[in-house]
């Protein structure tokens, strides 16, 4: 009798738990919660039908349950934490040599590093993770930007690469964002978000697994294609994800892009299990913000007063405005902290008319230079260069008297970064030089895009393998190569 009371019980109890779980399920996936913001839905943070289904009851439903059923004898029982989940294949790689190793590095001699880039994670993980549901793509996928950033939208490696996704700016531009003088969305990480998105569903189309994706992103679509080619009859039979370990075991691909998705795979086991390999993470808050519209060539300083906050918060949530102004010739949607865009359009046109001008316009003098010029107007040489790109000193260094010269205010120099040309394209760091790749765009031909790069048709089409001149808008074809190639060096990224 004890037994079939029992028996009821505990049915009573799993029906219970049931409603609850179906009014809060725990997601599986997420390493931090994801909360609100002004940038998307609370919908797109739900895990997908079939993450949903293979979500277990959570064991606080249980023991709430069970205690109105059984009373508080129950409340005592262990709660079992709910094992993690991964939507990439970490599982069967885990106890590779390579993964272990790196499992070692992020909890041992890098762990304080490593701390602090999960520390920075709490900030843009859960808006990478949205924007990668909404994509289709596996959410777990944001700790490529881990790997390869630290999650810093200023990182800056040797080989020009920058932000959260160490773009190129070739690579970066192809995939729609806007890499100039005045604006470098590289460091947004909101837009290179969707660029590096964009850019491995190409790759993921191209290869049919995201492993094999994630070591074209390092490493070169096209050493990747010929190494899949060149070991297709050792390869067959392997999935794609199963194809890049054979294939690293081949010593073709470079040592860094051989590591490169071990080291993706031990940043995910660690990630989500910090304390289970003694870390302590003290994440940052989300990033979340308003937006407003201000005119051409309008001051950061102008934008902080008029929303009542500092400079240096303008400048964390625009990184990628970089001369502390907005490019002059065109409205600019910038962000400002959240609750502080109410009222803004009239206080700012309530500034005075010396707050909201960014640059002073003059004329050279008479036997002027550079440098009378920078210290006329109280900068240095190099930062009066930053406004007048155009401007060419003769040999003894005097400029034409006349010429147009933009004086920068103090408080738009103050909110400038210095960092180095957008425009500057280094590709690698080996002697014999390395790849350089282009996104085929809508409409070109081969022979249009063997034209920009000084190269032939046929040299294209022998370096990615193509049979047949089809081109597909998004493919990434290697159109200059050496033994090296890669998107960026192997040189760890640095901070500016």
């Known amino acids: 009798m004890r037994g079939r009371v029992s028996g009821v019980m505990l049915a009573l109890v799993l029906a219970a738990c049931h409603s609850a779980s179906t009014r809060q399920a725990p997601h599986p996936v997420a390493a931090t919660p994801v909360a609100g913001d002004t940038t998307s839905s609370v919908a797109n943070a739900l895990p997908d039908s079939s993450q949903r289904d293979s979500l277990a009851v959570a064991q606080p439903d249980v023991t709430h349950e069970a205690v109105k059923i059984f009373g508080d004898s129950v409340a005592s029982a262990p709660v079992v934490a709910a094992e993690p989940t991964w939507d990439i294949d970490v599982r069967s790689f885990e106890t590779h040599e390579r993964v272990v190793y790196f499992v070692g590095r992020f909890t041992g001699p890098s762990s304080d590093r490593f701390e602090e880039e999960l520390a920075r994670g709490g900030r843009y993980e859960p808006l990478i993770r949205r924007k990668l549901h909404a994509a289709g793509m596996p959410e777990d996928m944001t700790y490529l930007a881990l790997i390869e950033s630290g999650y810093n939208p200023h990182a800056y490696s040797s080989a020009a690469a920058v932000g959260l996704w160490q773009f190129m700016a070739s690579t970066a531009r192809g995939t729609g964002l806007r890499v100039d003088w005045w604006i470098?969305?590289?460091?947004?990480?909101?837009?290179?978000?969707?660029?590096?998105?964009?850019?491995?569903?190409?790759?993921?189309?191209?290869?049919?697994?995201?492993?094999?994706?994630?070591?074209?992103?390092?490493?070169?679509?096209?050493?990747?294609?010929?190494?899949?080619?060149?070991?297709?009859?050792?390869?067959?039979?392997?999935?794609?994800?199963?194809?890049?370990?054979?294939?690293?075991?081949?010593?073709?691909?470079?040592?860094?892009?051989?590591?490169?998705?071990?080291?993706?795979?031990?940043?995910?086991?660690?990630?989500?299990?910090?304390?289970?390999?003694?870390?302590?993470?003290?994440?940052?808050?989300?990033?979340?913000?308003d937006s407003v519209q201000v005119g051409p060539a309008t001051p950061l300083a102008a934008v902080a007063k008029a929303a009542e906050c500092t400079v240096a918060s303008i400048q964390d949530l625009n990184p990628e405005i970089l001369r502390g102004m907005t490019p002059p010739g065109q409205q600019f949607i910038v962000r400002v902290p959240t609750g502080h865009a109410d009222g803004f359009d009239s206080a700012f046109a309530k500034l005075a008319q010396a707050d909201r001008s960014a640059l002073t316009r003059s004329q050279v003098r008479k036997g002027e230079t550079l440098t009378s010029i920078a210290h006329r107007a109280g900068v240095s040489v190099r930062t009066l260069g930053w406004y007048n790109r155009a401007l060419k000193p003769s040999k003894r260094g005097r400029l034409p008297a006349g010429e147009v010269v933009f004086l920068p205010s103090s408080a738009v120099v103050a909110g400038a970064l210095d960092v180095p040309d957008p425009s500057v394209e280094k590709w690698g760091s080996s002697r014999k030089g390395s790849s350089i790749t282009h996104v085929v765009r809508k409409g070109e031909t081969l022979g249009a895009i063997a034209l920009r790069y000084h190269t032939t048709v046929s040299g294209i089409m022998r370096l990615n393998g193509m049979k047949k001149s089809l081109l597909i808008p998004g493919q990434v074809l290697v159109v200059h190569s050496a033994p090296a190639s890669r998107h960026k060096s192997k040189t760890r990224r640095k901070a500016d």
Not at 195 to 204: D, E, M, N, P, S
Not at 240 to 252: I, Q
Request: glycine share 10%; proline share 4%; aromatic share 14%.
């Open 184 to 289: 470098d969305e590289r460091r947004d990480p909101v837009r290179s978000t969707d660029g590096a998105i964009k850019f491995l569903g190409w790759l993921k189309d191209q290869f049919g697994s995201y492993y094999l994706a994630a070591a074209a992103y390092n490493g070169g679509a096209g050493r990747v294609s010929r190494g899949l080619k060149r070991y297709a009859d050792e390869l067959e039979g392997e999935s794609g994800d199963s194809a890049f370990f054979e294939m690293a075991e081949k010593d073709y691909l470079r040592a860094e892009t051989r590591d490169y998705v071990p080291k993706l795979i031990a940043a995910a086991l660690v990630a989500k299990e910090p304390q289970k390999y003694g870390l302590h993470v003290t994440y940052l808050p989300e990033l979340a913000y």
